[in-house]
């Protein structure tokens, strides 16, 4: 294949708005976007509630520094402060720009953007195309995309970079629908695969593809892995299925409630109530769960989501997925019940280490979206903040790799590569005698990952978490793929996204032993404060020898100085 000025992995938002960005620098460069699944299918357009922009539509006072404080707070400090600028100023010309692209965002009555309020932000400044947001946003820029001419390979999976040294020469990726592995060269690779909460199995609002594919193709080439403790709860997960009730539920008006009739939240959060931040209204649900103040049920013990008093015109204009979702999944309707809820893994702070500008350590590979961490959301990330990630950084990637294109020389990828690639993902094929299957080694690494990795943590459930996931990849060795076929095999890609998540999940366990400290999203049991003594710095995660070995980098001020953190 002739060799790409750039690659991108990944058809969400972040590779989407990539793509379209580096064509505008420069329309003579030769990109291609690779993704798993049809580009309009990728998580982002699960996104429900909305992007942040301090436009100061809904309040007027609100402003760009405002948003900045609210992050950087909202990270517990975690967060790069000179990221966190870039992030919020880019904000309300970003969201013009994809209205002029053609999104359809809903309005005020003087016609300007809606904007509603979101959890832990001082002013409602959340930007919204009624509870479908990430999914508009996708389509106009799969529509842009189209339109500037970006070559599409839809259903492939990318297996891994081939590298040289200190340099990339581009991806090795199987073409899912013949189950042959072609190279990919090129001078540049950009990772925009999404998030790794999934591997919570079925604790997780995110869509099945959601298993860390980038960050573990990074790991394996050497780059680190940056924050990778930091994985956030959502509160408001559907009881059965761990399918998310966005939090703009709860900015329209929501209330939590126990099973004693009580809005909790006024003992965790007085002042904010339901819109405190999210690690604090996740581990204030937990918390009334653990002492007996949940409903039980077959299911598990819940609390209730209750939107009753909004009355059905405001749920069903201005939350109508939620209501068809909790009427399909829990069986009631909003507008007449409460939704039985609890917190659900959402979203992965975490990522790969990459500047500002997105480039990682290694020479023409670049990351955006949430697989990279930049780092923006620090140890715990506000709503509508993560969309808004996507489209700055993944602009910002797509404008980096278009200039610096031309600095580099593709590699050639051999046919060696590229059978070596085929046999070991074709191993499984073959497995005899005791072989371990999928299906179970995927639910006990969830199992795990929630009981002993999850909400709250401590010393002896996270050795007992740490020793669990060395078992588990030592049982992958055997596991067996039961269908041969070369034709969109399910199953082996199954097992490829598995053993991405059972690599990942080793660096995720790996930093919260190590971080004795809580802040953020990371709450350890015997190391109830923060420490910013200690503590108050990034983790880098990176892959030496088959090991996973920690190491540390400094967190970025400016403005902002260390604070308690209350709401
Ligand atoms: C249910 C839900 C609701 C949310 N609501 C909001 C919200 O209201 N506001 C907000 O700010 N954030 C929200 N978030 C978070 C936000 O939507 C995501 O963080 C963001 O959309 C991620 O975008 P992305 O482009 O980085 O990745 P994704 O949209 O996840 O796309 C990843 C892409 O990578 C491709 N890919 C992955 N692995 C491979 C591979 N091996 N080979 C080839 N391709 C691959 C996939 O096919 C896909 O195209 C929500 C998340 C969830 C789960």
Same mark, same amino acid.
């Given at each position: 294949?002739?060799?790409?000025?750039?690659? /991108?992995?990944?058809?969400?938002?972040?590779?989407?708005?990539?793509?379209?960005?580096?064509?505008?620098?420069?329309?003579?460069?030769? /990109?291609?976007?690779?993704?798993?699944?049809?580009?309009?299918?990728?998580?982002?357009?699960?996104?429900?509630?909305? &992007?942040?922009a301090a436009l100061g539509n809904k309040a007027k006072d609100d402003t760009v520094e405002m948003h900045i404080f609210d992050t950087i707070k909202g990270s517990d400090y975690l967060a790069d402060q000179d990221a966190v600028d870039v992030l919020c100023s880019e904000a309300p010309k970003i969201i013009r720009e994809l209205e002029n692209m053609g999104t359809p965002w809903s309005r005020m009555e003087d016609n300007t953007i809606a904007q509603r309020p979101f959890g832990g932000a001082g002013r409602p400044r959340c930007c919204y195309c009624s509870d479908k947001t990430g999914h508009t946003i996708l389509q106009t820029l799969y529509e842009q995309c189209l339109k500037k001419g970006v070559i599409f390979f839809n259903e492939y999976f990318a297996l891994n970079l081939s590298v040289s040294g200190s340099r990339s020469k581009g991806l090795i990726a199987m073409n899912m629908k013949s189950g042959k592995v072609e190279a990919f060269p090129a001078k540049t690779v950009i990772l925009a695969t999404g998030g790794y909460?999934?591997?919570?199995?079925?604790?997780?609002?995110?869509?099945?593809?959601?298993?860390?594919?980038?960050?573990?193709?990074?790991?394996?080439?050497? /780059?680190?892995?940056?924050?990778?403790?930091?994985?956030?709860?959502?509160?408001?997960?559907?009881?059965?299925?761990?399918?998310?009730?966005?939090?703009?539920?709860?900015?329209?008006?929501?209330?939590?409630?126990?099973?004693? %009739?009580?809005?909790?939240?006024?003992?965790?959060?007085?002042?904010?109530?339901?819109?405190?931040? !999210?690690?604090?209204?996740?581990?204030?649900?937990?918390?009334?769960?653990?002492?007996?103040? %949940?409903?039980?049920?077959?299911?598990?013990?819940?609390?209730?989501?209750?939107?009753?008093?909004?009355?059905?015109?405001? /749920?069903?204009?201005? $939350?109508?997925?939620?209501?068809?979702?909790?009427?399909?999944?829990?069986?009631?309707?909003?507008?007449?019940?409460?939704?039985?809820?609890?917190?659900?893994?959402?979203?992965?702070?975490?990522?790969?280490?990459?500047?500002?500008?997105?480039?990682?350590?290694?020479?023409?590979?670049?990351?955006?979206?949430?697989?990279?961490?930049?780092?923006?959301?620090?140890?715990?990330?506000?709503?509508?903040?993560?969309?808004?990630?996507?489209?700055?950084?993944?602009?910002?990637?797509?404008?980096?790799?278009?200039?610096?294109?031309?600095?580099?020389?593709?590699? !050639?990828?051999?046919?060696?590569?590229?059978?070596?690639?085929?046999?070991?993902?074709?191993?499984?094929?073959? &497995?005899?005698?005791?072989?371990?299957?999928?299906?179970?080694?995927?639910?006990?690494?969830?199992?795990?990952?929630? $009981?002993?990795?999850?909400?709250?943590?401590?010393?002896?459930?996270?050795?007992?978490?740490?020793?669990?996931?060395?078992?588990?990849?030592?049982?992958?060795?055997?596991?067996?793929?039961?269908?041969?076929?070369?034709?969109?095999?399910?199953?082996?890609?199954?097992?490829?996204?598995?053993?991405?998540?059972?690599?990942?999940?080793?660096?995720?366990?790996?930093?919260?032993?190590?971080?004795?400290?809580?802040?953020?999203?990371?709450?350890?049991?015997?190391?109830?404060?923060?420490?910013?003594?200690?503590?108050?710095?990034?983790?880098?995660?990176?892959?030496?020898?088959?090991?996973?070995?920690?190491?540390?980098?400094?967190?970025?001020?400016?403005?902002?100085?260390?604070?308690?953190?209350?709401?």
């Amino acid at each position: 294949m002739k060799p790409f000025d750039i690659v /991108i992995v990944g058809g969400g938002g972040a590779g989407l708005y990539a793509a379209m960005e580096a064509m505008k620098t420069n329309p003579a460069l030769n /990109i291609a976007v690779l993704s798993k699944v049809y580009p309009n299918r990728s998580h982002t357009s699960a996104a429900q509630g909305g &992007a942040n922009a301090a436009l100061g539509n809904k309040a007027k006072d609100d402003t760009v520094e405002m948003h900045i404080f609210d992050t950087i707070k909202g990270s517990d400090y975690l967060a790069d402060q000179d990221a966190v600028d870039v992030l919020c100023s880019e904000a309300p010309k970003i969201i013009r720009e994809l209205e002029n692209m053609g999104t359809p965002w809903s309005r005020m009555e003087d016609n300007t953007i809606a904007q509603r309020p979101f959890g832990g932000a001082g002013r409602p400044r959340c930007c919204y195309c009624s509870d479908k947001t990430g999914h508009t946003i996708l389509q106009t820029l799969y529509e842009q995309c189209l339109k500037k001419g970006v070559i599409f390979f839809n259903e492939y999976f990318a297996l891994n970079l081939s590298v040289s040294g200190s340099r990339s020469k581009g991806l090795i990726a199987m073409n899912m629908k013949s189950g042959k592995v072609e190279a990919f060269p090129a001078k540049t690779v950009i990772l925009a695969t999404g998030g790794y909460a999934k591997m919570y199995w079925n604790r997780s609002s995110n869509a099945a593809g959601n298993t860390g594919d980038g960050q573990a193709i990074a790991y394996r080439a050497g /780059i680190p892995m940056k924050d990778m403790e930091f994985v956030q709860f959502h509160p408001t997960g559907l009881r059965k299925s761990g399918l998310l009730v966005t939090e703009g539920a709860r900015g329209e008006g929501g209330y939590l409630v126990n099973k004693d %009739g009580e809005r909790f939240m006024a003992r965790y959060a007085k002042e904010k109530m339901e819109l405190g931040p !999210r690690d604090l209204v996740s581990r204030s649900i937990e918390t009334e769960i653990l002492q007996g103040r %949940g409903f039980d049920s077959p299911a598990g013990t819940y609390v209730h989501l209750d939107l009753t008093h909004l009355g059905a015109d405001l /749920i069903k204009s201005r $939350l109508p997925q939620i209501r068809e979702m909790a009427m399909n999944f829990e069986g009631v309707d909003p507008i007449e019940e409460p939704i039985p809820v609890k917190p659900t893994a959402h979203y992965s702070m975490g990522g790969i280490d990459t500047d500002n500008q997105t480039r990682t350590v290694m020479e023409g590979v670049y990351a955006a979206g949430e697989c990279a961490c930049v780092s923006v959301h620090g140890a715990n990330r506000l709503g509508g903040n993560s969309l808004l990630d996507i489209l700055v950084f993944g602009r910002i990637a797509g404008r980096t790799a278009a200039e610096e294109a031309g600095k580099f020389t593709p590699g !050639r990828i051999t046919e060696a590569e590229l059978a070596e690639q085929f046999d070991e993902i074709r191993g499984g094929m073959q &497995a005899s005698g005791r072989y371990e299957r999928y299906g179970e080694l995927r639910e006990e690494l969830g199992h795990t990952l929630a $009981l002993n990795v999850g909400i709250f943590r401590e010393s002896s459930l996270l050795q007992k978490g740490i020793a669990d996931l060395a078992e588990l990849k030592d049982r992958f060795k055997k596991v067996r793929i039961s269908d041969s076929s070369d034709v969109f095999n399910t199953n082996l890609m199954q097992v490829l996204e598995l053993k991405n998540m059972l690599d990942l999940a080793e660096t995720v366990a790996a930093g919260a032993y190590a971080r004795q400290e809580s802040r953020g999203s990371h709450t350890r049991i015997d190391f109830p404060v923060r420490d910013d003594v200690n503590w108050h710095k990034h983790t880098l995660a990176t892959l030496v020898k088959g090991n996973v070995t920690l190491g540390e980098k400094p967190v970025t001020m400016g403005r902002y100085e260390l604070q308690e953190r209350t709401y």
